[in-house]
């Protein structure tokens, strides 16, 4: 079975540039988050989608990021315009719909550089 | 709100010492607790997990004991291995009636092992 998958591994982009992240969750996961590290500081919360329905957004720093899982499938997390503030790694985790203690399954990560 | 307070790193040290990472939390309830750890170049890896007070979530020959009357996890490992070497992150998901929650990491404790 294939895990999480996330794409671009790594995005160098200046300032004011739009970058888009992806997710791939594992194959019949409802449960999709997408978290984030900065600066080598604690894993934070952005948001959780449940199929294709933003369950709690309450993470989202501002409204320069904007979050789609069109179909309940993979998902996008999109930077527009990036700032200095948001570099970081930012990783996206599923879980099965069922499972009140169920293991969030995360991906590698996407780190993100922005000059 | 909950929160975790992991030990700061780095952490030090030579191959077959004895690990103890400390993590408590604070939440309402009764929240799943979590260690999950990652390898240089890789993502997030859950290592164990505790549900109810009392529970000892083992792995690898890595344990914690979820401690309500301490509010606390702590990771412990009798003998450390090069392989060990990994960052860290203590978590918590809340007290949930029936659907998934968020976690809440700690800071992440970067651990050496040296051979």
Known sequence: EAGVTQFPSHSVIEKGQTVT???DPISGHDNLYWYRRVMGKEIKFLLHFVKESKQDE???PNNRFLAERTGGTYSTLKVQPAELEDSGVYFCASSQAAARVGT????P??????? | GNSVTQMEGPVTL???????INCTY???GYPSLFWYVQYPGEGLQLLLKATKADDKGSNKGFEATYRK??????????SVQVSDSAVYFCALSPFSSG????LTFGSGTQLTVLP
Do not use: D, I, P
Request: hydrophobic share 35%; net charge neutral; aromatic share 10%.
């Open chain 1, 109 to 115: 990560g996407t780190r993100l550089l922005v000059l």
């Open chain 2, 14 to 20: 030579s191959e077959e010492a004895f690990l103890t």
């Open chain 2, 26 to 28: 604070t939440a309402t």
């Open chain 2, 69 to 78: 009357e301490t509010t606390s996890f702590h990771l412990e490992k009798g």
């Open chain 1, 58 to 60: 309450s993470g989202m």
């Open chain 1, 21 to 23: 992240l992806r997710c």
């Open chain 2, 99 to 102: 659907s998934a929650r968020q």
């Open chain 1, 104 to 107: 969030q399954y995360f991906g």
